[in-house]
């Protein structure tokens, strides 16, 4: 292990105001954790990570930390932040595969949950645990989502999420791969089946165009297509990737790796939009960003650009006549959108200006009984912000059926 993270322990402060729980979007009790792993109570500090995020180790691994937790420590102002992410990964790393989890009686009532990404799987475990029945419905083959099939295998393992698999079968959720809904099955068809609160989670898988000549050619790719199977992709030694920010990185990186020899993101601003550690990976890797590169035309010989320069501040004062990047291939990196299967197959659900899942801030759609959050309805998110978001909903949701059943009134 790269960090020691025993060592990495012993230098926690703890702060009286602890910034670096501050700094996280869960709000992850990281003095606690790190006062019961000093004390041997590595489980007890497992089993309160994954009661606050049951992604805990997979955050532990693909949040940006230096914007977060770590970039709040108070011992990184004049030296080097505890490395948090390390402790958080060697405790919920360890618990995930013998979690002792709680479970209310069960109250009969049935919870289906479409997509199998960080929030699907956020309110599967929460409401399993609250008592609830509760099915999976994943379109592919195995759980995880934009997890498993857009972060590549060097920043999250997949057996991780095999893992994760395991725990929730033997939490008693029901698992049904390759069903789409919207397609094989429709939600009406699960409200007649007795699915009483309906959970959509279905990510934002629809690649956002960049709407310029060129862009249907046969050496032209979206990101997030490539990350789901690169290994069917040639993409040659010249590539030249449209975007800047974490899926842009992921997708350099793993050009190199499959046997790329040079590998170039063009940003079109003054910086890019991932993180610090991630592009410092990323240079070390060797992918080259140009900045200010802005695409006007994709041919068959590569990217006609132009050059923007920028003052201090980072506005663009002038910019250079078109030029042609030669490439072998070009990926298109801008950022997804929702696909709308669902929608269409669904009487009174409403899409928001964003072409999004309309929710109110609990996570209530337009129809009665079924919920959204993560991408599809707040856009494409961090895995911890998706994760915080699906916990207010599955509260929502909890709430709902609650008074279905007559358990509370309002």
């Known amino acids: ?157 997949k057996s991780i999420l095999d893992r994760y698999q395991k725990q929730l079968v033997n939490m008693g959720i029901k698992i049904r791969p390759n069903t789409v809904i919207g397609r094989d099955l429709t939600v009406d068809d699960m409200q007649r089946d007795g699915y009483e609160a309906i959970f959509i989670g279905t990510g934002v898988w629809k690649p956002k165009q960049l709407g310029i000549k060129g862009e249907s050619l046969g050496h032209v790719h979206y990101a997030i297509d490539y990350l789901f199977n690169p290994d069917v992709y040639d993409l040659g030694d010249e590539v030249v990737i449209i975007g800047a920010g974490n899926s842009a990185i992921d997708v350099a990186r793993t050009a190199l790796r499959k046997g790329s020899r040079h590998v170039y993101i063009f940003c079109r601003d003054s910086k890019t939009a991932a993180g610090e550690r991630e592009l410092d990976y990323a240079i ?32 663009a004062v002038s910019e250079s006549e078109p030029a042609l990047f030669p490439a072998d291939s070009v990926i298109v990196a801008i950022s997804q959108g929702a696909q709308n299967r669902i929608v269409n197959t669904t009487h009174g659900l409403e899409m928001n200006d964003r072409n999004l899942l309309k929710t109110d801030d609990h996570g209530n759609t337009t129809r009665e009984g079924i919920f959204a959050a993560g991408d599809v309805s707040h856009g494409a998110k961090t895995v911890v912000e998706a994760v915080r978001n699906a916990k207010i909903v599955a509260e929502e949701m909890d709430h709902y059926l609650s008074l279905k059943a007559g358990r509370i009134t309002e």
């Open 1 to 157: 292990m790269a960090v020691h993270v025993v060592k990495e322990a012993r230098r926690c402060l703890h702060c009286k105001n602890p910034m670096c729980r501050t700094g996280c979007p869960i709000n992850t009790p990281i003095p606690d954790m790190i006062e019961l792993f000093r004390n041997q109570h590595k489980a007890e500090a497992g089993a309160m990570l994954f009661a606050n995020n049951p992604l805990s180790v997979v955050c532990s691994l693909v949040c940006n930390h230096e914007n977060q937790c770590e970039g709040h420590c108070v011992l990184g102002r004049k030296g080097e932040p505890v490395h948090i992410s390390s402790i958080e990964n060697y405790i919920s790393d360890a618990y995930l595969d013998h979690p002792q989890l709680e479970k209310e009686p069960r109250k009969g009532q049935r919870v289906g949950i479409i997509g199998t990404g960080p929030a699907g799987i956020t309110i599967a475990v929460v409401l399993s645990q609250r008592g609830y029945d509760v099915t999976l419905f994943e379109s592919k083959d195995k759980v995880g989502g934009v997890l498993r099939y857009g972060i590549p295998e060097f920043r999250l393992p």
């Open 284 to 315: 070390a890797d060797g992918v080259e960003i140009i900045y200010g590169a802005r695409t006007r035309e994709i041919t068959d010989d590569g990217v006609i650009y132009t050059k923007a320069e920028f003052d201090e501040e980072g506005r």
